[in-house]
């Protein structure tokens, strides 16, 4: 026994360090740019704080909303349906509900099954799914991400090992799309590379091509054989009108594309927290698709293995009744009308206090976010002096923009930037 005592006490010790040492050289991970801005104006304790960097819409009085569509879908699907799994590729009803979202009611490339698309964990999912099947089956490919790029897009196709190159996008001195250089991007990149593209409100900018320039973009990419990759998270969101703000899909399948896309019914409907998307990709015939959309679902498996109901059934309950699509399309223009008021409200503000700088970007760029132009060493006043967040590349969130903070918001801005 005492020998016994003795082993199993200097075993202990050898387990006490071997489960010290596991982990010991794991440093701590940089807070996301993102979700940091939020947990430091929630530990601000100042009754002056605004938060515009929040990616998620508010109501005028600076509360999350949540779309009566959506409550009413809720109630009809309320204790109606068992809780078991769903296929790997998601709910089919919603599946295809997101597709006539995405490629019209009418389009022949459902009629003709020639779409792969599975259900996805919001547009974030669909575009880490779909990097894993650009690895796996174009191992020699790169993908090419515009300047600047929602920050995720970089960490998904870095950890799916996909190699990444840049091309030009945003033009800081006029504040809009650098059309020529991004052109000359595309020419030069190697044929048949890997483009993603933001089909509408481009995060962080604001600022889209207009249609004319979608249609050079897209007769480019079909002299180089590119690949176009929509990501589409604010389609509806940003103009009001999702078959207005879909245009880009549209122009690029009347030019013969095969094209991928992401969906998210994050900000859309406000579904933020059911993780709700869709991953499309447009194949050559129905055969293909078949064979794809077996790969994508395949990769989904070990990921999260199937994706979750109850978000799916509020998507196709809204989407699929047309009473319900007609709330929706009504209470979307309104989200979206609310977020270009209070971009006329923030210039129209600044211009009144006598700014030497133009504003006109604030209106002239759409959706949830303006890049306002403000310097990292400009934010950081806004939050030190006026308790004011947003992002250090001077991404405001017009969500965050009310009648209640748009006065105090435009004097911070005005005092901070009229040295410039």
């Known amino acids: 026994m005492a020998l016994r005592r003795i082993i199993l006490g200097q075993v202990g010790r050898v387990g006490e360090r071997s489960v010290s040492s596991w982990w010991r050289n794991v440093q701590p991970a940089a807070k996301d740019p993102i979700l940091g801005v939020t947990e430091a104006f929630l530990a601000d304790p100042s009754p002056d704080k605004v938060n515009v960097g929040v990616g998620a819409y508010r109501d005028d009085n600076g509360k999350p909303v949540v779309l009566e569509c959506v409550r009413e879908a809720e109630r009809r699907i309320a204790g109606n349906l068992n809780m078991e799994y769903l296929p790997m590729g998601g709910s089919a009803k919603m599946v295809e509900e997101t597709l006539r979202l995405a490629y019209g009611e009418n389009?022949?490339?459902?009629?003709?099954?020639?779409?792969?698309?599975?259900?996805?964990?919001?547009?974030?999912?669909?575009?880490?799914?779909?990097?894993?099947?650009?690895?796996?089956?174009?191992?020699?490919?790169?993908?090419?991400?515009?300047?600047?790029?929602?920050?995720?897009?970089?960490?998904?196709?870095?950890?799916?090992?996909v190699p990444q190159r840049t091309f030009h996008y945003y033009h800081p001195e006029s504040r809009g799309l650098d059309f020529a250089s991004m052109m000359d991007d595309i020419k030069s990149a190697p044929n048949g590379s890997f483009f993603l593209l933001h089909a509408c409100a481009h995060n962080p900018t604001g600022v889209?091509?207009?249609?004319?320039?979608?249609?050079?973009?897209?007769?480019?990419?079909?002299?180089?054989?590119?690949?176009?990759?929509?990501?589409?998270?604010?389609?509806?969101?940003?103009?009001?009108?999702?078959?207005?703000?879909?245009?880009?899909?549209?122009?690029?399948?009347?030019?013969?594309?095969?094209?991928?896309?992401?969906?998210s019914f994050a900000k859309n409907m406000g579904l933020y927290g059911q993780r709700v998307g869709c991953l499309s990709v447009v194949c050559g015939d129905e055969k293909e698709a078949?064979?794809?959309?077996?790969?994508?679902?395949?990769?989904?498996?070990?990921?999260?293995?199937?994706?979750?109901?109850?978000?799916?059934?509020?998507?196709?309950?809204?989407?699929?009744?047309?009473?319900?699509?007609?709330?929706?399309?009504?209470?979307?223009?309104?989200?979206?009308?609310?977020?270009?008021?209070?971009?006329?409200?923030?210039?129209?503000?600044?211009?009144?206090?006598?700014?030497s700088l133009s504003w006109k970007h604030i209106t002239n760029q759409i959706g949830m976010f303006c890049y306002s132009g403000l310097t990292p060493e400009q934010v950081d006043r806004l939050t030190n002096e006026f308790?004011?967040?947003?992002?250090?590349?001077?991404?405001?969130?017009?969500?965050?923009?009310?009648?209640?903070?748009?006065?105090?918001?435009?004097?911070?801005i005005h005092e901070v930037s009229k040295s410039a």
Not at 114 to 129: F, H
Not at 210 to 224: L, N
Not at 226 to 244: I, K, L, N, T, V
Not at 401 to 409: E, R
């Open 107 to 161: 389009s022949d490339l459902i009629k003709d099954k020639r779409i792969a698309a599975i259900q996805s964990l919001s547009g974030t999912g669909a575009c880490r799914i779909f990097a894993e099947f650009q690895r796996r089956f174009c191992p020699d490919s790169q993908i090419y991400i515009p300047v600047p790029t929602w920050a995720n897009h970089h960490n998904v196709w870095r950890d799916a090992h």
């Open 208 to 263: 889209d091509p207009s249609e004319e320039q979608w249609r050079e973009i897209s007769y480019q990419f079909k002299v180089k054989g590119h690949f176009p990759f929509f990501d589409m998270a604010y389609q509806g969101f940003a103009s009001g009108d999702p078959e207005r703000d879909a245009k880009s899909i549209r122009i690029f399948l009347e030019d013969g594309h095969l094209i991928g896309c992401a969906q």
């Open 290 to 355: 078949v064979a794809v959309k077996s790969q994508l679902q395949q990769l989904a498996r070990p990921m999260y293995s199937n994706p979750p109901t109850h978000g799916a059934l509020i998507v196709s309950t809204v989407l699929g009744d047309p009473n319900l699509k007609k709330l929706w399309l009504k209470e979307v223009k309104g989200m979206a009308d609310r977020i270009i008021g209070a971009r006329i409200a923030l210039r129209q503000n600044l211009e009144k206090l006598g700014s």
């Open 387 to 412: 308790h004011i967040y947003m992002t250090r590349n001077g991404r405001i969130s017009m969500a965050g923009v009310t009648t209640g903070n748009v006065g105090y918001l435009a004097n911070a």
